[in-house]
C-alpha cells in the first residue's frame, strides 16, 4: 500500500471514530435531557455496546499498520496542515488508547464505578477516611496505566498529557507558580482596599422563564449559532459535540449569576466546535483540540469577554428592561457585582480571580502525592493549608476540603491543570487579538461581535484540531505559553474595580 | 458447536441488532425533536454508517451459520417457547435482511429518494404523471427485490410477508372483502339514518399548552407509563422503541380530535413496547410483533377503548372542568362528535368506521397492479372509482386521489393491509377479552383501568415477538383471524350511534 492509500486508511478509520465520539455525545445529551429513569439500565449495556465498538477501530489490523507506517515518517513530507493534522491526532489517539490491556481498562471501569460511590458515601458524612482506600487504588492503578501508554516517561506527564496533548510538567509547574503568586499578590491588594461590593442585586430571585429567554437572546447575540445546536437544562452545566454542525449547551436557572456565566461558558466551548470549516469537517479534525486549550476559548468568552464592562455596556439596557430587580441598579454597580472577588471553597462558582488557585493547588497536591512529597494520610490538611496559605481559608471539614471534587472517584487523575492553563491560553489570546483589532471591546460596547468573531474564527475556531494546542498558540500569538498576559490582564481588571495601584 | 453454543451465538447476534434498531428509533426521535437544521448533513452520514454496521451482522459468518443450522432444525426441539421465538424471530430477519444483494438496496436507496421527491413534486402540482415513471420503477425494483428473498413466492407475497410476519395473502384477500362489504352495509344505514351528529364541540379551537398537559394526563390514566418513556410533538405523530423501558410518543395540537386521539393511538404502540417481561427482554425479543400486530394494539386503545363511551363517561367530566369549550356540551353529544362517520379522501384523518376502507382499496390496487389486473396509466381511474364504490365520494384531482400517500415513493409496497389488518386483530381480541373480563368496561367507566391493562398484559404484551402474530391470535383467542368480531363490533357499536336495526 503506497502513501496515499496509508493516509486514506487512517482517515477511514478517524471518520468512523467521530461517528462514535458524536454518538457518545448524544448519549450524554440524552441521559440529562430525556431518557427516562427506567430506560438507563438498558441505556447503559447499549453505551457499553457501542464503545467497545469504537474501541475495536484502533485496535483493527489497519490501524496498527497505520500506526507503524506514520510513526517513523517524516511530518514535514505530508502534504499540508491538514494532512498533518490528521496524522497528529490519529497517532495521539491510537497512543492513547490502544496501549492498555483490556483488563486494565476493566479493572479501572469497576474500580471507578466503586470508587464513586465511596465517595459519596464520604461526601454525605464528610469524612474521607471512607474515600481514602479508593483513591489510593486510583492513584496506583492509574500510575500503572500510563506505564502502559509510555514507559519512557514519568506516568504523571502520561496522564496529564492524556488530557492535554504535548503538555510538560515542569513547564507547568513553573507557569503555575507564577500565576499563583500573581494572584496571591493581587488577592492581598483587592483584601487591603477599601472598595466593598454589594452584588445583592445578582443574588436576587429571577423568574426561570424569563431568565432562561434572556439567556438564550444573550448567547445568540454574542455569537452561538443556534441553527447548529441546541439549547437544555441541567444540573452540571456542559456543552457536547453531536456533529461538526450540532453543538448543544446546557445551564441550569438556579441562580442568576450561575445560570448566565454558566451558559456563555458553554457557548464558548460550542462556538469553537461548531465554527471548523468545511475542509476541516471533511478531514474528520473538527470540534477543536480537547482538555486545556478548549476550556481557554469557554473561559474566554465567559470572562475575557463575558464579565468586561463592554460587553455589558451593550446587554445591561436589554437586562434592565427585561428584569424589575435592575431597575435601580446602576452599569457600575451590577459590573462590580458579577467581578466580586470572594475567595471560596468551591471551584465551580469561584469567581475569575481566584479560580485559577483551585485547579493550580489540586495540580500540586497530584504532583506530591505521585513524587511522594506527601502521602495519602496528610492529604485533607495538605488540602486545607494550601487553600489557607492561597486563598486565605481554612475548610472547617472533609466535604469542604479535600472532598470537592468527584473527579479523582472517576479516574481523572493529572486532568485539573487544563481547567487553569486554559486561562492562561485564553489571555494570551486576548493580547494578540488586540493587537490585531484593537476597536475589537468598542465595538462589543455597540452590540457588533462580529470583529471579536470573525477574528477567533479566522485564527483558531476554523481549525479544530488541525494543529495541537502548542501550535495553534505559537501561529497566533507567535510565542509560547506565557503566564504574564493573563496576569496582565487580571492586574489591569481588578486594579480598576478594587482601585489599587499597580506595582 | 453443540447446540447451546448455536443458540447463544444467533442470541447475542439478536441482542446486537436490538441495539442498532434502538439506536436506529433514537435517530427518528431526534430527527423531529431535537437535530439542528444544520445538523442534518452530519446525522444522515452518521446514520448511514450505522445502518451500514447493522446490517453486518447477519451478513457475519455466525449468522451465516445459525440459519443453516437452524433452517432444517426442528423447532419442537427446542426448550421452551422463549427459545422457539428466539429462533423464529432470527430466521426472519435473517431471511428478510441478507438475501437482497448489497446493488439492488443501493439501486433501491438512490431510487425512494428520487421517487420522493418525484411524488413531492406531483403532489404539489396534482399531476400524477410526474410521478408515474419512478412508481412503475419502484414496483418492478421491489418485485425484483422479492425474487431474491424467496424466488418460489409471488413476489408480492414476500413483500408483504416482509412487512406482516407469516401473512397469507389469499387468506387477506378473502377478509378484505367481507369486511369492506360489512362497512359498506353499515355505510349505507347510517347514510340512511336520520341521525345527525353535530361535532362542532370538538373542532373549537384549544390552547396548545392546556390540551397538552390533558393529553399527558389522559394517556398516563389510560395506562402508558411516563417513566419508560416520553413525549413529544412532530407533524405526523409516531412511537419509538428507544429501549424496553424507554418508548416515547409524540403527538400534535392542531386538532383537539387529531391531538388527542393520535396520542392514545400511539400510547397503545408504546404500552404494548414497554410491556415485555423482563425474560423477553433478555432473550431480545422485546418490543412486540411489528406490522399489523402492532398495529392492532395501537387501533385497540384509540378506537375499541378511546372512543367508547365508558371511556368518556370517566374522562369527560375532566375534560369539561378543564376546557371551558365543553360546557354546555353533554356526554351523548361528545361522544357522538368523535365517533362521527364522515368519508373522506384522507386515511389519517377517517373516522374509526371507513378507515378500514382506505388501506382495503390501496391494497386491492397493489394486488392488481402485480398480477397484471391493472396498469399504472389507470391508476388514478382505478383510484377514484374505489373511493366512489366504497366510499360514496369522488376525488376530483390527483393530489386528492391516487397521490396521497407517499409511501409507495418510500418503497413501501405490499406494506398497507397493515392498517386494516390490525383492525380484525383488536376486534378479535376485544371479545376473549370481554369473555374473560366481563366487566373490563364498566371499570373503565370507573376509572379503573387495571382489568384492562392486566388482561392485555398478561396475554398479550408481556410477550413481545416471543410469539409470531398468528401463535399470539391463537393463543390468545382460540382461532385464526376473522372479520366476523371486528365487524360485529363496528355493527353494535354504529347501530347504537346511528339507530339502525342490525339485520
Not at 498533518?84 to 489517539?93: A, D, N, Q, T
Not at 448567547?219 to 452540571?236: C, I, K, M, P
Not at 434592565?320 to 465551580?348: G, H, M
Amino acid at each position: 500500500m503506497g502513501f496515499q492509500e496509508k493516509l486514506q486508511s487512517i482517515k477511514n478509520l478517524m471518520r468512523d471514530y467521530k461517528y462514535y465520539e458524536a454518538l457518545s455525545s448524544l448519549f450524554t445529551w440524552e441521559q440529562w435531557q430525556q431518557l427516562p429513569t427506567e430506560g438507563n439500565d438498558y441505556r447503559q449495556k447499549m453505551q457499553g455496546f457501542f464503545t467497545g465498538k469504537m474501541g475495536e477501530i484502533f485496535l483493527s489490523d489497519t490501524a496498527k499498520q497505520g500506526a507503524i507506517y506514520f510513526s517513523d515518517f517524516d511530518p514535514s513530507l505530508l502534504g499540508d496542515d491538514m494532512e498533518r493534522g490528521l496524522v497528529r491526532s490519529f497517532l495521539y489517539l491510537y497512543n492513547n488508547t490502544t496501549k492498555v490491556p483490556l483488563e486494565k481498562q476493566v479493572e479501572l471501569a469497576s474500580l471507578t464505578a466503586k470508587a464513586q460511590k465511596m465517595w459519596q458515601e464520604a461526601y454525605q458524612a464528610s469524612d474521607y477516611s471512607i474515600f481514602k482506600p479508593a483513591l489510593e487504588e486510583i492513584f496506583r492503578l492509574k500510575m500503572g496505566i500510563a506505564k502502559y501508554i509510555d514507559p519512557n516517561k514519568h506516568p504523571f506527564y502520561v496522564l496529564a498529557g492524556s488530557a492535554d496533548e504535548g503538555i510538560e510538567i515542569e513547564k507547568v509547574n513553573l507557569l503555575f507558580k507564577e500565576l499563583r503568586n500573581g494572584i496571591i499578590k493581587i488577592l492581598e491588594k483587592i483584601n487591603k482596599s477599601s472598595v466593598n461590593i454589594d452584588d445583592s442585586c445578582i443574588l436576587q430571585q429571577f423568574d426561570k422563564e424569563e431568565l432562561k429567554t434572556f439567556i438564550k437572546y444573550l448567547v445568540e447575540a454574542t455569537g452561538y449559532d443556534s441553527s447548529r445546536g441546541g439549547f437544555g437544562e441541567v444540573l452540571h452545566p456542559f456543552a457536547v459535540l453531536i456533529g461538526p454542525r450540532d453543538v448543544r449547551i446546557t445551564t441550569n436557572y438556579d441562580t442568576f449569576k450561575f445560570g448566565v456565566f454558566a451558559a456563555i461558558h458553554e457557548a464558548g466551548h460550542a462556538m469553537y466546535a461548531q465554527r471548523s470549516n468545511d475542509a476541516v469537517v471533511d478531514m474528520h479534525l473538527w470540534g477543536g483540540n480537547m482538555g486545556a486549550f478548549h476550556e481557554s476559548q469557554s473561559r474566554f468568552y465567559e470572562n475575557i469577554i463575558g464579565k468586561s464592562k463592554e460587553y455589558w455596556l451593550h446587554f445591561y439596557p436589554e437586562l434592565q428592561k427585561r428584569f424589575a430587580q435592575f431597575e435601580n441598579v446602576d452599569l457600575d454597580t451590577f459590573y462590580k457585582a458579577i467581578n466580586k472577588v470572594e475567595p471560596s471553597f468551591k471551584r465551580v462558582v469561584a469567581d475569575e480571580l481566584t479560580y485559577s488557585l483551585h485547579p493550580i493547588l489540586r495540580f500540586e497536591i497530584e504532583k506530591d502525592l505521585v513524587e511522594g512529597n506527601a502521602n495519602f494520610n496528610m492529604l485533607p490538611e495538605l488540602w486545607n493549608d494550601k487553600y489557607e496559605t492561597y486563598l486565605g481559608i481554612r475548610p472547617t471539614n472533609d466535604r469542604e476540603g479535600v472532598l470537592q471534587d468527584v473527579h479523582w472517584s472517576m479516574g481523572l487523575v493529572g486532568y485539573f491543570q487544563s481547567y487553569a492553563l486554559g486561562n492562561l491560553y485564553g489571555g494570551q489570546f486576548r493580547r494578540a487579538m488586540l493587537k490585531a483589532v484593537p476597536n475589537v471591546y468598542s465595538e462589543i460596547a455597540k452590540g457588533n461581535f462580529a470583529p471579536l468573531n470573525q477574528w477567533m474564527t479566522e485564527n483558531i475556531h476554523q481549525h479544530g484540531r488541525v494543529y495541537s494546542p502548542d501550535e495553534m498558540l505559537r501561529r497566533v500569538t507567535g510565542e509560547e505559553l506565557q503566564s504574564k498576559y493573563f496576569l496582565d490582564y487580571l492586574k489591569e481588571k481588578y486594579s480598576q474595580i478594587y482601585q489599587f495601584d499597580l506595582e
